[in-house]
């Protein structure tokens, strides 16, 4: 049989690295098929993404063992323009592919490269854009897009080229669930009816499954571990052993006791017959959770009155009002574009308001200059590129306290502490153009902890992370909070975070705060739920079957004992 992709024993080592990246891959891929990439941040993914596509050897020198054939060519033997007819390639980071001065001119780069006529050109273009709901953003600069934005924008420019084989490097990681949940229906859609075949890497996992893929690649540390259907998958505990997350309604039915191999397959809720005894099971063990709250303070160390701001003459936020306890971890949530963003610049003294006050303690911060803000307020920007500066990782974490002028034996402590609990002491000597986005995202926030500040604001803080590094990472910022009262404001689509980890949502819809709601509040309303563009857990579906408890307890309480679990451990 002849496939599309073909590694034979494959391996690599970057030029700068002294172990390999990639060891001994065996993979041979159907045309047609749609194959899911998970893993662990560093297991190796965007390394075999980049052999893929061309990149390596072309553009990541290195060492290369074995064979590569992708669409009947040798890697190690064509050019990376013959390879990107073949290859279409969504990286991670968006915004270091966009190339035209607009939305438009960027979907139709490759068709200007193809000398396609003008009238077909914008005919296709059009097309893609209205099958994707972008039209609206045709005449707009990419870099005034929200990340969801330029996501779906850059999967555009892609799928117009109509190329063979599509790679979706976490397509998830900046779209609002409903968007990344009708991008993933989209993509399997078009590889079913045209014939792609698709490849994707993905941390979501549970979001990734509606792909419905025909097979599941598990890699850890440079080496695919299990290569199979998903359903074949979801019966080990291979993920759990990797550090990524279960679908959250296999923890629940386990924890009932329910008997999951009764079921032929896992990969869906939708797709499990519960009995009534089943759904008694985890009602009488979820009744048993007492969840415990925390003491609220009631020190509030920010207040925003009545803001109001205006970009190019559109009104992006609309008379904000709210405050932050001291100590108090609340998540910012809302559609792609709902001004989430703009919020933390304001806040940051980035961006000043047209109208409005901000209070940070008993200070109005206009009276303030960026830096006396900063002193105070820490900002872990959603793309991490655009927070390095330095080329080692160590130095770029002790960057802030050495402009503070602290010792260096004192600059140590601190930095090797932050390090080890963001899972990069084993790093500290790398450079950060060796990392993956992912680990590169753990850097820059490092280099934020690190300072003390008594804010943070974390514009999608689990983006590329897998479900042991954030896991490890939110425990430690609760540690801090809980220690220090560092207050904690997340700008996040990430549903399970908020669920688990905010005390209160912020639901930003149309640059307005619709409602300030607890996560099992909101996590129980449809109807804010979808305006909110969240979209309905597996854990509330699972909640809505249940005989006598709400979904809304049956959240709040099952919830309670996953976090629960994790801390023991």
Request: charged share 30%.
């Amino acid at each position: 049989m002849d496939y599309i992709i073909d590694l034979e024993n494959f391996g690599f080592k970057y030029k700068s690295q002294a172990e390999a990246n990639l060891k001994n891959i065996n993979l041979k891929v159907k045309k047609g098929e749609k194959i899911l990439i998970a893993g662990p941040s560093g297991s190796g993914k965007s390394t075999l993404a980049k052999a893929i596509n061309g990149q390596i050897p072309n553009t990541f020198s290195g060492s290369m063992l074995g064979k590569i054939i992708v669409n009947c060519k040798r890697v190690d033997q064509a050019t990376i323009f013959d390879l990107s007819l073949a290859v279409g390639t969504v990286l991670q980071d968006t915004d270091g592919q966009f190339v035209g001065l607009s939305v438009g001119e960027d979907i139709a780069f490759s068709l200007e490269n193809d000398n396609v006529s003008r009238e077909k050109m914008l005919d296709e273009v059009r097309a893609w854009a209205e099958r994707l709901n972008i039209l609206n953003l045709l005449d707009k600069k990419p870099r005034d897009l929200s990340g969801g934005q330029k996501q779906v924008v850059a999967i555009a420019g892609v799928l117009v080229s109509d190329v063979p084989i599509l790679l979706l490097d976490e397509p998830l990681a900046s779209l609002d669930p409903r968007a990344g949940r009708d991008v993933m229906k989209l993509v399997k859609g078009l590889c079913e009816d045209l014939g792609y075949t698709l490849l994707v890497i993905e941390h979501r996992l549970e979001e990734a499954l509606l792909l419905e893929p025909d097979r599941i690649i598990l890699m850890d540390e440079g080496e695919i571990i299990f290569d199979s259907e998903p359903k074949d998958l979801l019966r080990t505990d291979l993920l759990r052993k990797v550090g990524i997350r279960n679908p959250l309604y296999l923890d629940a039915l386990a924890y009932g006791g329910v008997d999951l191999e009764k079921f032929p397959d896992l990969s869906s809720l939708d797709k499990l017959s519960l009995a009534r005894e089943d759904l008694e099971k985890i009602e009488r063990r979820v009744g048993q959770i007492k969840p415990t709250k925390r003491s609220e303070s009631k020190e509030v160390i920010l207040d925003v009155k009545n803001m109001s701001f205006s970009y190019e003459g559109r009104k992006v936020l609309d008379n904000i009002s709210f405050n932050l306890k001291k100590g108090e971890l609340v998540s910012v949530v809302g559609p792609n574009g709902a001004g989430k963003s703009t919020l933390a610049k304001l806040l940051c003294g980035f961006l000043r308001p047209d109208e409005g006050e901000i209070w940070i303690g008993d200070i109005e911060s206009k009276t303030l200059s960026i830096k006396e803000i900063a002193e105070k307020i820490g900002f872990v920007l959603q793309n991490p590129n655009s927070m390095l500066s330095k080329t080692m990782i160590y130095d770029e974490v002790a960057l802030g306290l050495r402009l503070r002028g602290e010792d260096e034996k004192v600059i140590r402590k601190k930095v090797e502490e932050v390090l080890d609990i963001c899972g990069l002491r084993a790093y500290k000597s790398w450079p950060i153009s060796a990392l993956s986005y992912g680990q590169r995202r753990r850097v820059s926030i490092a280099a934020i902890l690190v300072l003390d500040p008594e804010l943070i604001i974390l514009d999608e803080p689990t983006a590329g992370q897998d479900f042991y590094h954030y896991s490890q990472m939110m425990e430690f910022i609760e540690n801090l909070r809980d220690t220090l009262q560092i207050s904690i404001l997340m700008i996040s689509h990430d549903m399970h975070l908020i669920q688990e980890y905010t005390e209160r949502s912020l639901v930003v819809v149309d640059g307005k705060i619709l409602r300030d709601i607890s996560p099992a509040e909101l996590f129980s309303d449809k109807t804010l739920l979808e305006k909110a563009h969240l979209a309905e857990t597996s854990l509330y579906k699972l909640g809505e079957r249940l005989p006598q408890t709400s979904a809304k307890d049956f959240i709040e309480k099952f919830i309670a004992y996953e976090r629960g679990q994790r801390i023991e451990k």
